[in-house]
């Protein structure tokens, strides 16, 4: 087993069979993040305690869970037990301690896995840099002079950087699948109600998904597969029952249909991201073409309806303590509060249609093809970048090609390519419910040696 790169999958078998405690393990995971995290700023919170005494326990009992003794830690919107939840801000510091954890927490810990921390994040989860001006900037562990993305910032650089082996972050309208594209890492944003958002700090309910990070497909679907189930503690989480993706990974891409976004998907992105999706392509043999109606209307859309809810939520907090914000999430979220409802019914209703239309497109394929990110990851403090000729705010247009997916809720899996200096990543993008089929294709691309998730050169 590699030290800090091994797999979760590797870590559970280890501990398992008992070649390794689950004590060594966690010990060694601290010892990293001890190590690293003052040139990379992932965590804000570590727990070593809790997860030493978590892990002792299972090496008593010989637990022999799916994920037993795998170490992982949480975007700091999830609820740890004991913590107040920062949600990335100032003003969250003075809530009172949380009395239990996420439900998510709480799963992964059944199948055996050991929280030992919380993780950086763009403040309120509006944000797509990994900048925070209250917590500092999370560095990209490639480069420690570039932005990781956002808002699951800590999320993606503590994977990438093998301080744990799983993080969970949270996607409302890009913020799992652009940070894993810069870092360089698999992430899963499920269908929207799949996994269970209960005891997490909302943002924009309606959009809200959360969803694991992992250095393999493999351990996204050990991780999916642990977390999936209904929740009644979280009012859009669906009874479906839950389809295990883990006897299914292996069954290659034989049978499966997978087209490339085209038009809207196309425009504007740089060399490396082309370059990215070009090799995931002809890998796959994926020729044909689609084209999502309307693209960039849903993406409107979704601002305006990100925005309204966003500024909503945070109303009360703005009116008291405005000066506690980062003013760039400030100024936002005032102008989103201020978005007649006639606005938000027109990109709600537009929402509607969308979505019919996007799921036509489903009868005739299994998956499609899109860039994760328009480019491989920005400068901190980089301000600007050009989009098709065009001059644009860098800040809100990473998610460019993220929002109008996250929009209509459809599950993907971002997947690394290990491009030359920097990591980017594609989109696979699935029919709703059908994770199985975007790990599928995640897990075959990997043993393609397509997809991979590049060490960094941090020691």
């Not at 994040?121 to 797509?128: H, K, Q, R, T």
């Not at 999706?277 to 073409?289: D, I, N, P, S």
């Not at 294709?441 to 397509?450: D, T, V």
């Amino acid at each position: 087993m590699d030290g800090a790169w091994a797999q979760a999958s590797e870590i559970a078998a280890a501990v398992s069979e008992g070649r390794i405690s689950a004590a060594a393990v966690v010990g060694a995971a601290l010892a990293r993040i001890r190590q690293l995290n003052s040139k990379l700023n992932a965590f804000t919170d570590v727990l070593g305690e809790r997860a030493l005494e978590r892990a002792q326990a299972i090496d008593r009992t010989r637990a022999k869970g799916p994920l037993a003794g795998v170490p992982f830690a949480v975007k700091n919107l999830f609820d740890i037990a004991g913590l107040a939840t920062r949600a990335g801000s100032r003003i969250n510091r003075d809530r009172a301690p949380a009395t239990r954890d996420a439900t998510l927490i709480a799963h992964l810990e059944a199948a055996g896995a050991v929280l030992v921390g919380a993780l950086n994040m763009g403040e309120y989860a509006y944000d797509f840099t990994g900048e925070n001006v209250h917590d500092g900037d999370c560095r990209n562990p490639h480069d420690l002079t570039r932005m990781t993305g956002g808002s699951s910032s800590g999320s993606a650089c503590a994977v990438a950087a093998g301080l744990t082996a799983l993080a969970l972050g949270s996607d409302t309208n890009g913020s799992i699948r652009v940070p894993s594209s810069l870092c360089g890492v698999f992430g899963l944003k499920p269908t929207y109600g799949r996994l269970s958002r209960a005891g997490t700090f909302p943002f924009v309910a309606s959009l809200d998904h959360v969803g694991p990070m992992a250095r393999s497909a493999r351990d996204l679907a050990l991780a999916y597969d642990a977390m999936a189930g209904p929740d009644a503690d979280d009012p859009v989480c669906t009874s479906r029952p839950a389809v295990r993706t883990i006897p299914l990974i292996a069954r290659g891409i034989a049978g499966l249909r997978i087209a490339v976004a085209g038009g809207y998907f196309r425009a504007g992105a740089f060399p490396e991201a082309q370059t990215a999706l070009a090799r995931v392509a002809a890998a796959l043999g994926a020729k044909a073409e689609i084209e999502f109606p309307e693209a960039a209307r849903a993406r409107a859309a979704a601002y305006a309806i990100t925005a309204s809810e966003g500024g909503a939520l945070h109303l009360d907090r703005l009116r008291a303590r405005a000066r506690d914000f980062d003013p760039a999430v400030r100024d936002r979220l005032i102008a989103g509060a201020m978005i007649p409802a006639s606005i938000v019914v027109k990109a709600q209703k537009f929402r509607c249609w969308y979505r019919a239309r996007v799921l036509e497109l489903f009868a005739d394929v299994d998956a499609v093809l899109a860039p994760a990110t328009p480019c491989a990851a920005p400068r901190l403090g980089q301000q600007t970048f050009v989009l098709d000729g065009v001059e644009l705010a860098l800040r809100p247009n990473m998610g460019v090609y993220t929002q109008p997916i996250s929009f209509v809720g459809l599950p993907v899996v971002t997947v690394p390519v290990p491009l030359e200096p920097l990591p980017v990543g594609v989109q696979i993008i699935a029919a709703p419910w059908r994770e199985d089929v975007a790990l599928r294709i995640a897990y075959a691309l990997e043993h393609m040696g397509i997809a991979s998730a590049k060490r960094p050169a941090l020691e």
